[in-house]
């Protein structure tokens, strides 16, 4: 048993979902022989995380966006939690192989300076970064878009922003008190975030300053 053709990354892509969607079903003994099993393919133990396949890390997006807003709606939803559970460990394998970029550039100093939660300064940007990267990554954006029934790159900030709003997370750097007079500081220290250096359209402060004001 196992993988026919352990080599093709659909297959790899296609086993993991399989497993994920059956495991709640297991007892805990069970459960842990799975973890066991799986755990070279996810990296579990390791130093540093395997370069992840882009399929596998699409996988978090699409377990995401198909069960972020259930978790909220149905709390007690095993099924939805534990596809909540696994998304989070699979984008956590991806942030360490992306190296981050310039959501979280701009995150950083918002957190610093204004005191506001990462992941609440992570919501507001997301879409604003998506929407500014467009040109340079969009075929990337669009598969993800299609991954969640859409269609364009704005299709995804669209969603985003919609699931930030499901969540009741702030929409705006307004909505969080940052005042257009801080925005100049705020690029400076973005700009400077060595994250930024790992986003796929160049970065300077210039492009902080241009996506901190379509976030205000």
């Given at each position: 048993?196992?993988?026919?053709?352990?080599?093709?990354?659909?297959?790899?892509?296609?086993?993991?979902?399989?497993?994920?969607?059956?495991?709640?079903?297991?007892?805990?003994?069970?459960?842990?022989?799975?973890?066991?099993?799986?755990?070279?393919?996810?990296?579990?133990?390791?130093?540093?995380?395997?370069?992840?396949?882009?399929?596998?890390?699409?996988?978090?997006?699409?377990?995401?966006?198909?069960?972020?807003?259930?978790?909220?709606?149905?709390?007690?939803?095993?099924e939805a939690r534990g596809a909540m559970l696994?998304?989070?460990?699979?984008?956590?394998?991806?942030?360490?192989?992306?190296?981050?970029?310039?959501?979280?550039?701009?995150?950083?100093?918002?957190?610093?300076?204004?005191?506001?939660?990462?992941?609440?300064?992570?919501?507001?940007?997301?879409?604003?970064?998506?929407?500014?990267?467009?040109?340079?990554?969009?075929?990337?954006?669009?598969?993800?878009?299609?991954?969640?029934?859409?269609?364009?790159?704005?299709?995804?900030?669209?969603?985003?922003?919609?699931?930030?709003?499901?969540?009741?997370?702030?929409?705006?750097?307004?909505?969080?008190?940052?005042?257009?007079?801080?925005?100049?500081?705020?690029?400076e220290e973005a700009a400077k975030q060595w994250?930024?250096?790992?986003?796929?359209?160049?970065?300077?402060?210039?492009?902080?300053?241009?996506?901190?004001?379509k976030a205000l």
């Amino acid at each position: 048993a196992g993988i026919a053709f352990p080599k093709e990354i659909q297959d790899q892509v296609e086993w993991l979902v399989l497993w994920q969607r059956v495991s709640a079903g297991f007892n805990s003994g069970q459960q842990r022989e799975l973890a066991l099993r799986v755990s070279g393919q996810l990296g579990l133990g390791q130093r540093k995380a395997p370069r992840l396949n882009p399929q596998i890390e699409r996988e978090a997006w699409r377990l995401l966006e198909s069960n972020f807003e259930m978790v909220l709606k149905e709390p007690a939803n095993i099924e939805a939690r534990g596809a909540m559970l696994l998304r989070s460990y699979l984008a956590g394998m991806a942030i360490e192989n992306s190296m981050l970029g310039a959501t979280h550039a701009c995150a950083n100093p918002l957190t610093k300076n204004f005191g506001v939660t990462h992941g609440v300064a992570i919501a507001v940007m997301l879409p604003r970064v998506v929407r500014w990267n467009s040109n340079i990554v969009r075929t990337s954006y669009e598969e993800l878009a299609i991954d969640a029934g859409l269609l364009t790159a704005e299709d995804l900030a669209r969603r985003l922003e919609e699931l930030a709003a499901f969540g009741n997370l702030p929409r705006s750097l307004s909505a969080l008190n940052i005042p257009k007079t801080a925005l100049p500081m705020l690029a400076e220290e973005a700009a400077k975030q060595w994250t930024g250096g790992f986003n796929p359209r160049d970065w300077s402060i210039e492009g902080a300053m241009e996506v901190y004001e379509k976030a205000l």
